[in-house]
DNA sequence: CGTGAGGTTGAAGGTTCTCAAGCTTTGTGG
DNA sequence: CCACAAAGCTTGAGAACCTTCAACCTCACG
């Protein structure tokens, strides 16, 4: 079971919200989903049935190319959901799965609709959409533009203040529930490289990854390594504009 | 001077717009900028000043890293804009700049404002933001999972749809006003390795790109080598839901 | 205690990068 | 209209980074 609800966490550190908004929020995740790790939650192609919302675990956004090989283009920790305005689509162009057990919702679009009725909860959800675009600019110049070890360091930054936002994190530590292909598939290498990429990581002191949970041993080291700014994540500025 | 408003070409692909709906994107376009190439249009780090609307040329959106290495994140061609809910963070965590002349427009917060008061173009506009996040992720998959040469000519299939939707295509050809070094930042390649890789697209005979103009002279052959499909563009469900 | 998923290692090879030089085109001032 | 400068494009060579393949190891779990 989850102790407090993350969504809420989460949206508290983007803006003010009531009583009132705060028990809506919980009234729509009671009955979360258990789901398996591996398991599509949507699938390209097919039409969006509803926004997913993440309580518990690590899901992604994904796409396959022909040949097999999977790129995963977003995670979805506690907290997080998939676009508010999807259903203004017709297909899905990509899919959704779990990386570890979740525990998931599945909105529909008339309990979104209510949401974005009310001021206060519509501003700080738009503005969830305008950050999470912020993170995928981010990963975009992890792959374009940083080498196999910095991309890694990046995540692993990244990871670190996503997850405290929801409370995840104690000491610098949190569980990463992902095996060293998930993460080649998120920072577009081989599995092979990312095993001895994360070799080079551990023996400059800076993490360390035994199952299924990583320290950072050296933050201000990791970050710099990854050149981490982590303004882009914006989950700092509780009272800004 | 743009013969026909971009913004209403584009708009039109997505949803039907009324004729009062088509007078205010029109009006709000009177008083566009000239700008010449390589200028910035808004800064990282700064307060965003409003939303950039592109009515002709290329820009986009890029980030630095420190050692001067810059990604490209996106496109801006005629008839897109930066995020319509923009001025709900405090800074810009990247930057547009200018990559050809442009005639730009900054849309101030309360017209954008009036615009999503129009049920129809709200609808639209955000529908807009969703395809724009496609279409990143797609770039996401073609820095992660694709090579040099894949990548190129994926964006070349991508940015032929995005200009048709706009008129800007003529017998499979179009300007393209970028140098290799901006399709370098564009891809994650170093502007040597775009070199060759143009070279053998041309050998291969799918492209010929000259003089800031690229004909695509065998397109299902540039589609397959891309595994191009454009359905993440989401152009050509004019009467989807 | 066997099985399977995931992690680790080595070797060889391919893709892409960097550096550096020469070439071509474009734009500008005389 | 020409000459020149600057920007962009092309080419070669060598090196770095990352991939592939294949084998082996380890650990959790039934």
């Given at each position: 079971m989850v102790l407090s609800n993350p969504l809420v966490?989460?949206?508290?550190?983007?803006?003010a919200l009531s009583g009132a908004d705060r028990a809506v929020l919980e009234g729509i995740c009671a009955e979360a989903r258990h789901v398996a790790p591996g398991v599509d939650l949507a699938r390209e192609g097919e039409a969006p049935e509803g926004v997913i919302l993440v309580l518990d675990g690590f899901a992604c956004r994904y796409k396959l190319r022909v040949n097999g090989a999977r790129q995963i283009m977003a995670y979805?920790?506690?907290g997080n959901f998939?676009?508010?305005d999807v259903a203004l689509l017709p297909s899905m162009d990509h899919s959704i799965a779990t990386l570890s057990a979740c525990q998931v919702m599945k909105l529909?679009?008339?309990?979104?609709?209510?949401?974005l009725e009310r001021p206060a909860l519509a501003r700080v959800l738009r503005k969830v959409s305008l950050?999470?675009?912020?993170?995928?600019r981010e990963w975009l110049i992890n792959?374009?533009?940083r080498s196999a070890i910095e991309r890694l360091a990046h995540l692993f930054c990244e990871l670190l203040v996503r997850l405290q936002a929801v409370g995840l994190v104690s000491d610098d530590r949190y569980d990463l529930?992902?095996?060293q292909a998930d993460l080649a598939d998120t920072t577009g290498l081989s599995s092979v490289h990312v095993n001895r990429s994360l070799q080079q990581l551990r023996g400059a002191g800076l993490i360390e990854l035994r199952s299924r949970n990583l320290a950072i041993l050296d933050l201000p080291g990791l970050e710099e390594m990854a050149e981490f700014r982590q303004s882009y994540l914006h989950l700092k500025d509780r009272a800004a504009a």
């Open positions: 966490r989460k949206l508290e550190h983007l803006g979805l920790v506690p998939c676009d508010l529909a679009p008339d309990v979104v609709e209510m949401l950050l999470e675009a912020a993170n995928m792959l374009g533009r529930p992902l095996t």
